[in-house]
């Protein structure tokens, strides 16, 4: 059998064809670097040809994709190599643009002067220079950052000699300050607009010096990186020059260079991982085909076999689907137009076979995905059991056989892993951690409304539950017990919420918000979280009978009831009311009247 290596190598070569029209995984980086110095109208300059090839050094071991340096372009070949490096930008996410030599103002407008100008005049800008505007339209198709740094502050000779066409025509010092209107993009200028720059004595620039030094800093934010070649400048010029950068970025980081992952020690079972990772991250047979050719055995071997058998399920599924659908449409068909009863017999007999097919295709589809569920479960269990029994100290070599073991232990089945408990599976572990699977789903959770706790990486009861929720509302047979990546993919599955809002009391579903519930005037919110009518205030009846126990009724005529059949009853003779007679309301002259109270 071919070395890891070779195998890994091989993989990645074909799995790269396969991301033909996937999405790039790594940032594209392009660069072009200008540098004028041998001007053929006015005094050469000494830096900006040296400033150029510094530029383009740094960038180049930096690991930029492309860096295509020119330099003393006349004005026809700079247009065609900013139309060049337009096309190169298209695809990239980062694209930069260096430029030194002259630069100049005419009415606001910033011109880099290429080395052939002449400017007699300053209508000749036009025809002989190109814009800021030119050099901004080459880098507009970068996605991430388009960052244009001009060392072109410096003292212009054509200024001097240039006739003004129109008296009032402003032609100004250095370059004029900028708002760039398109997002995620820079100017840094090596001077303050308005001001000029330095050469400096040395070779190249304190400028561009300080940009070579800080600039391509591994993980250093680009804004930062230009404040510590302001700092830099600043000091090396005595703060007579200041650079300035205008535009603005958001609040993510974004470096030139990223920071480079640590290396980690040769370990073939983690390559095999990874590659299985690839395979899995492209998801279509292909990919998962070409890892089982170059890795037949072990236990990824079983985990991609079960991903195709999960992937034929679907696509059974799908055909089945259809069928049954076409049945439908074919025995509908001859039903409407009368056809012969033994043709439409023939055509239900069709759309009941190809619906039960249909059916048969559901549940296979569903057996594959539990089985796919069940292996990506024993594997977050193996790796999760690995991180905590693997000594440190351990030499690779044995890590290797340890871990061959367990792979072929784990696909063997769970009577072979039973056998050999104390088997070290640490190279299992290499890559996301279990917790990270936990936190990805339950950030998906939470998206679909079925999560209100924090994704903390912890698959605790409730994270169970909001899964459980998930299974109910979705129709999902998912294993609440573990996270997997299984789940994470049905979740990522839906594209909006899934599981009911539900609000506290006072509060009210509102799309994906709870709105507090306002009651009209009159009425009050109750306990079923409702607004009815304001009731009577209760009555405090204890309090009420003892003051009327304390002070007894007066004697008064309304309460003497006048028979025909008997005598007046004296007002000395009246009794007191009791509690009952009170609620009852006997202490009105109606109830008297009626005949309800004595």
Same mark, same amino acid.
Request: a positive charge; glycine letters at 6%; charged letters at 25%.
């Given at each position: 059998?071919?070395?890891p290596?070779?195998?890994r ?9 396969l991301?033909v ?6 940032e ?10 041998a ?7 000494a830096?900006?040809v ?9 960038l ?9 340096e ?11 190599a900013?139309?060049?490096f ?18 100049i ?13 002449? =400017?007699e005049?300053? @209508? ?6 190109? !814009?800021?505007?030119?050099v901004?339209?080459?880098? $507009? ?5 388009? =960052?244009v740094?001009?060392d072109?502050?410096?003292?212009n000779?054509?200024a ?5 066409t129109?008296?009032?025509?402003a ?6 300050k900028i708002?760039?209107? !398109?997002?995620?993009?820079l ?9 000029t ?6 070779k190249?620039s304190?400028?561009t ?10 993980g250093?934010?680009v ?14 010029t005595?703060?007579?020059? $200041?650079?300035f ?35 899995q991250q ?6 998962l ?8 055995d ?10 195709l058998?999960? =992937? ?7 055909a ?29 007999? %069709?759309?009941?076979? /190809? ?12 057996v594959? &995905?539990? &089985? ?16 905590g ?6 030499a ?6 340890a %871990? ?16 050999t408990?104390s ?8 890559g996301?951690?279990?917790a ?7 950030i998906? =959770? ?19 539950r909001?899964?459980a ?14 996270a997997?990546?299984?789940?994470l ?14 609000? $506290? ?26 607004c009815e ?14 003051r009327e ?7 008064? /005529? ?14 000395s003779t009246?009794?007191?009311? @009791? ?6 309301g ?13």
């Amino acid at each position: 059998m071919k070395s890891p290596g070779s195998l890994r190598r091989f993989f990645l070569a074909a799995a790269l064809l396969l991301l033909v029209c996937q999405p790039a995984f790594a940032e594209k980086r392009v660069a072009l670097v200008l540098g004028n110095s041998a001007y053929q109208n006015v005094a050469r300059l000494a830096n900006p040809v040296n400033d150029g090839a510094m530029i383009a050094a740094t960038l180049k071991n930096a690991g930029f994709d492309v860096v295509e340096e020119r330099h003393d372009l006349p004005a026809a070949e700079t247009r065609r190599a900013l139309r060049d490096f337009a096309d190169r930008a298209r695809d990239a996410d980062i694209a930069v643009v260096y430029y030194a030599g002259h630069g100049i103002e005419v009415d606001g407008t910033n011109y880099l002067i290429p080395v052939d100008a002449k =400017l007699e005049r300053d @209508t000749d800008v036009y025809d002989e220079a190109f !814009s800021l505007d030119r050099v901004l339209l080459a880098i $507009e198709p970068a996605k991430q950052l388009r =960052l244009v740094i001009l060392d072109a502050c410096r003292d212009n000779p054509f200024a001097k000699n240039m006739k003004r066409t129109v008296a009032s025509r402003a032609i100004g010092q250095g370059l004029a300050k900028i708002e760039p209107t !398109s997002p995620n993009m820079l100017i840094a200028y090596s001077a303050k607009a308005g001001s000029t720059a330095l050469d400096g004595d040395a070779k190249n620039s304190p400028f561009t010096m300080a940009l070579a030094k800080h600039l391509t800093t591994p993980g250093l934010d680009v804004r930062r990186a230009f404040g510590f070649v302001r700092d830099e400048v600043l000091k090396t010029t005595s703060y007579r020059q $200041e650079p300035f950068v205008y535009g603005s970025l958001g609040g993510d980081d974004v470096p030139l260079v990223p920071v480079k992952a640590a290396a980690s020690p040769a370990n073939p079972q983690a390559d095999i991982r990874r590659d299985y990772e690839l395979a899995q991250q492209v998801g279509n047979k292909a990919a998962l085909n070409a890892f089982v050719a170059q890795y037949p055995d072990g236990f990824y071997a079983e985990l991609a076999r079960s991903q195709l058998a999960k =992937l034929a399920a679907e696509e059974a599924r799908v055909a089945a689907t259809e069928k049954a659908r076409l049945a439908e449409q074919e025995r509908a068909r001859l039903a409407a137009e009368g056809a012969q009863k033994g043709q439409q017999a023939k055509a239900d007999a %069709d759309a009941k076979a /190809a619906e039960q097919a249909r059916i048969a295709a559901e549940k296979a589809k569903q057996v594959a &995905q539990e &089985q796919v569920a069940a292996a990506e479960q024993k594997r977050t269990a193996i790796e999760t059991s690995a991180a905590g029994k693997a000594p440190e100290h351990k030499a690779s070599e044995n890590k290797v056989v340890a %871990d061959n073991k367990a792979a072929d232990q784990v696909a063997a089945g769970p009577a072979a892993a039973e056998k050999t408990p104390s088997t070290n599976v640490a190279a299992l572990s290499d890559g996301s951690a279990p917790a990270d699977i936990a936190k990805s789903v339950q950030i998906e =959770l939470r998206r679909v409304g079925c999560l209100t706790a924090a994704a903390d990486g912890e698959w605790n009861s409730a994270s169970q539950r909001s899964l459980a929720l998930f299974n109910r509302h979705a129709g999902t047979r998912l294993n609440v017990k573990l996270a997997s990546t299984d789940a994470l993919d049905a979740i990522k599955l839906k594209p909006s919420r899934v599981c009911p809002l539900v609000c $506290e009391h006072g509060f009210k579903p509102d799309g994906d918000r709870c709105s507090r519930i306002v009651c009209a005037e009159g009425s009050i919110l109750n306990d079923d979280n409702e607004c009815e009518k304001r009731g009577k205030k209760p009555v405090a009846k204890r309090d009420r009978d003892d003051r009327e126990r304390a002070a007894p009724l007066r004697p008064h /005529a309304k309460q003497v009831i006048v028979g025909r059949s008997q005598a007046p009853t004296s007002a000395s003779t009246a009794r007191p009311l @009791t509690g009952q007679e009170r609620e009852e309301g006997c202490n009105s002259y109606g109830a008297i009247m009626s005949g309800k109270c004595p």
